[in-house]
């Protein structure tokens, strides 16, 4: 997995690329995680359209990720969330968890 | 031959051996003090001999005056007594220098005084005895002389009969002082020969003292023996014993040079010293031979001796050479070949160490290598401590504590850049502020060894100055050089081998683990007359994060667990345990399967972090009429194949197991009917893999149960198993893979109750 970061109307915009899975994907994302929520921001969305692939560690990465925001009183917001990560997210029942949004628009004017 | 002529044999001998010995070994190691002072020794007992040699030759021959005992030449014998001081100077050096710490050291020639003044006396008493009676004052005097020269005379006279004394006595006086020299040397050896921690140094000492204590004992002994008992000692036994005495210092000192390399005296020394010592004795036979050829010729041969005799001595000349190569070999297996030839004691160290990997032994047999063969008074390991990632000053006799140490440690860097063996002090550059500079220079360290492999440095070795003060030749720093090479490999291996017993003693709790993890799981699905349940069950390393249970409710109810703990191994396995144990008590407690999930989420997210979490079906099964209660947490969707064609998935439930805290469950039943498959999965089955990474898929999953609808619970088990084999022949299998295929019977009753 790479991991690339921007802002969009103050809101961090975190965009894995590849392959969710455990080990060092996770170092990554909570590594980078921490970074933002130090530096003050707490609302996130992640960008889900370039991830072809998720495991069931990935899955725990991205509820670690909503866990850890959530104690921040941040928020955690999924955009494009392919077919595959959306059937993953129907079968573990997590759907309701997570917001998902078709764009990363939608899912920026959704904290507004 | 006369008794004489053996005396003087072995008098030359003797001396000149001893004389030799002095000789090489100054010639070797000249810088050392004890060097110096040891080979003094050995030529002052050696110039005995010589002496007595001489006079007894000249005391032969025929123009010998009667005066003969009082010539200088005959009295020069007293300067072998020099002997005895140095004998005592020896003992204040040998093994500990202790005069290192002597504040005036010009003060110890002080105990050559009394031996200067016998020599003196026995030298020069005739003339001071001619000019002391030119003193002789005429009874006529008068006035000025008379006053002046009277108590001159007398004081004069009253010398005279003291010196004349002592001159009489004087064996008895000095030889008593020789004595008393001897047992202060021995007390001194003895002193310091307890603090001998070194073991060539204690194999040395030994050898040594006793030779000493042995020679010395026998010339007290005859000394005094004479002394008392002046008629039973005869002249011949006396100088037996005076030959014993000082063949048994000249052997002794020689073998220990040779042999322990005493002194420190190189080895090619050694072996010439050895060399020209026998070449001596044989040509000396041959000499003889070939002078008393035509004797020994004569009684066999009579007139044709004379000729026969040039034969003879080209015969001789013929065998010296294969006599002495035969010697040559003998001496080199007896004394060369010994533990302080460098080559051996590579070979020694390699053979050593080539089969030890208990890193403390290697460290020990280093250490007495080190002690052994290069005489090294103690020494240190500075070694990378792979558990703290840091380098540490390992314990030591004198020192218990450990040091750990700054990686940033100035000196530890400067050592770093080293390749070979270097004196600490041209390190000086890197003194400043080190704590390793401060520890080495209070463990009084002279050099230090790197032991580097082709990456990093794995540490080095500190030592200390030589005992009795020898010091570092350019062989020692070559041997030292070859030394940590070999070090290093010998310690790699260890670590290696240690890596290895980790390795082997986590592999033997992993399958403690796996064997323990098989016991928690039922050895085979239960018996049940209504229904054929069929399981496989995959872990994709030695323990695996998939669980399955079946749970005996009472006579008619039967629960059925499937969960996938996220992640694999062992803390996959550890979540996997917790499960089981939650689940096994809730279904004692008879609490409702949703307030049940709901338990168990609430305690397995409270215990663990957001991460770890479990997909887990539970479904308790009435087993005589097919009702089947279930909640799916998160699970792969179990698959309901109807008899009559029709699919149901079990999807009602909740979210997975431990992700998030007050998450709600809902249950529900469904009924099975006779000849209904019921087909639960981890998702190791669907996520299979092709080569190119295509999923197996759920679809595939399905499709496959109800094509193979008409089968036994068990065919359809094996033919999924192998379809999905066919697609992803990976094995062990990517991720841990669990099916239980379920098919009732016509036995169900299938009335509504």
Redesign the interface.
């Known amino acids: 997995m790479k991991l690339s970061d921007r802002e969009q109307d103050g809101i961090v915009i975190l965009e894995p690329k590849g392959k969710i899975m ?1 080990g060092p994907d ?1 170092t990554l994302l909570n590594d980078k995680l921490h970074e933002i929520i130090e530096a003050g921001q707490k609302r996130v969305v992640i960008d889900l359209s370039q991830v072809n692939w998720m ?3 990935g ?3 991205l ?2 990720t ?3 925001l959530r104690n921040n009183d941040g928020e955690l917001k999924l955009a494009n969330v392919t077919e595959k990560i959306q059937s993953l997210l129907v ?4 759907a309701p ?1 997570f917001d998902s949004f078709d764009t990363i628009d939608d899912a920026v004017k959704a904290f507004k | 031959m006369d008794i004489e002529l053996v005396k003087i044999i072995i008098y030359i001998f003797t001396g000149g051996f001893l004389s030799f010995l002095a000789i090489t070994i100054v010639r070797d190691n000249l810088g050392n003090r004890l060097n110096r002072v040891t080979s003094a020794m050995l030529l002052f007992a050696g110039l005995g001999p010589l002496f007595l040699t001489l006079a007894t030759i000249i005391h032969q021959s025929p123009q010998a005056s009667t005066g003969f005992t009082d010539s200088n030449l005959f009295n020069m014998q007293h300067i072998w007594e020099f002997f005895f001081p140095l004998l005592l100077l020896f003992s204040w050096i040998f093994p500990e220098d202790r005069l290192r710490e002597f504040r005036h050291p010009g003060l110890k020639y002080l105990i050559f005084i009394p031996q200067v003044i016998h020599l003196l006396l026995m030298l020069f008493f005739t003339t001071i005895a001619d000019l002391l009676s030119s003193f002789a004052i005429d009874p006529d005097a008068t006035g000025f002389s008379k006053i002046i020269l009277v108590p001159a005379s007398y004081l004069f006279s009253f010398l005279l009969l003291i010196i004349s004394f002592i001159r009489n006595n004087h064996i008895a006086i000095f030889g008593s002082l020789n004595i008393l020299y001897i047992l202060t040397a021995i007390y001194f050896l003895e002193s310091s020969r307890k603090l001998v921690t070194n073991p060539r140094l204690i194999t040395q000492t030994r050898m040594v003292f006793h030779g000493i204590r042995f020679s010395v004992g026998i010339y007290a002994l005859t000394f005094l023996g004479s002394l008392l008992f002046q008629k039973l000692f005869s002249d011949t036994l006396l100088s037996a014993s005076y030959m014993l005495s000082s063949l048994t210092i000249a052997g002794i000192f020689a073998y220990a040079t040779i042999r322990y390399q005493l002194l420190d005296v190189r080895l090619k020394f050694r072996q010439s010293f050895v060399y020209t010592i026998t070449s001596a004795l044989l040509v000396g036979i041959y000499i003889i031979l070939v002078l008393k050829s035509e004797t020994i010729l004569q009684p066999f041969f009579g007139a044709q001796s004379e000729v026969l005799s040039y034969a003879f001595i080209i015969l001789l000349l013929l065998l010296f050479q294969p006599i002495n190569g035969f010697i040559d070999s003998i001496l080199k297996s007896l004394f060369i070949r010994t533990r302080t030839d460098h080559s051996t004691i590579i070979e020694r160290f390699s053979r050593q160490v080539i089969s030890l990997f208990d890193p403390k032994k290697l460290r020990q047999i280093i250490e007495d290598t080190l002690k052994t063969s290069l005489l090294v008074e103690k020494v240190y390991f500075v070694l990378f401590d792979d558990e703290i990632g840091e380098y540490a000053i390992l314990q030591s006799d004198d020192f218990s504590k450990r040091v750990a140490l700054d990686r940033d440690d100035l000196m530890l860097r400067g050592i770093n850049l080293l390749d070979s063996p270097t004196y600490l002090h041209s390190l000086s550059d890197y003194m400043a502020d080190s704590q390793l500079a401060n520890a080495l220079n209070e463990r009084k360290v002279r050099l230090v060894l790197p032991m580097k492999d082709a990456n990093h440095m794995l540490g080095f070795i500190a030592l200390t100055d030589k005992v009795a003060g020898y010091r570092y030749s350019t062989d020692d720093f070559n041997l030292l050089g070859v030394l940590s090479n070999q070090m290093v490999t010998a310690l790699t291996n260890a670590r290696l081998y240690v890596d290895s017993l980790e390795r082997t003693r986590l592999q033997k709790e992993v399958s403690m683990a796996r064997q323990i993890q098989l016991d928690l799981l039922p050895s085979f699905p239960p018996d049940i007359e209504t229904i054929a349940i069929s399981v496989h069950s995959t872990p994709s390393r030695t323990v695996g994060g998939d669980f399955y249970d079946f749970i005996k409710i009472d006579e008619d109810h039967i629960g059925i667990v499937i969960a ?1 703990a ?2 694999k191994g062992m803390p996959a396995a550890l979540m996997i345990a917790q499960i089981q144990a939650i689940i096994h008590s809730e279904v004692n407690n008879g609490n409702r399967i949703s307030t049940m999930m709901k338990n168990m989420n609430q305690l397995v997210a409270e215990a663990t ?5 479990v ?1 887990l079906f539970y479904g308790e099964l009435n087993t005589k009429q097919g009702e089947f209660h279930y909640c ?6 179990p698959i309901l194949a109807r008899s009559n064609g029709d699919m149901e998935l079990l999807t009602t ?4 197991i431990g ?2 805290l007050n998450m709600e469950y809902t249950s529900t039943s469904v009924r099975l009917g006779p000849e209904d498959i019921l087909f639960l999965y981890t ?1 190791g089955l669907s ?1 299979a893999m092709d080569k190119d990474e295509n999923e197996f898929g759920e679809k595939r999953v399905r499709d496959l149960v109800c094509e193979n609808r008409q089968q036994e619970a068990c065919d359809i088990l094996d033919n999924i198993i192998k379809e999905v084999r066919a697609y992803d022949n990976t094995y062990p299998p990517r ?1 841990d893979t669990t099916i239980i295929s379920l098919k009732t019977n016509s036995k169900l009753v299938t009335t509504n109750v």
């Open positions: 455990g996770a495991n069931s560690t899955l725990g990465i509820i670690s909503l866990t850890t079968i573990t029942k997590l968890v | 996938d996220s992640g972090s957001p991460e770890k979490y997909t799916n947490a998160g699970h792969n969707y439930g909740g979210p997975i992700a998030l998702d996520e991720d």
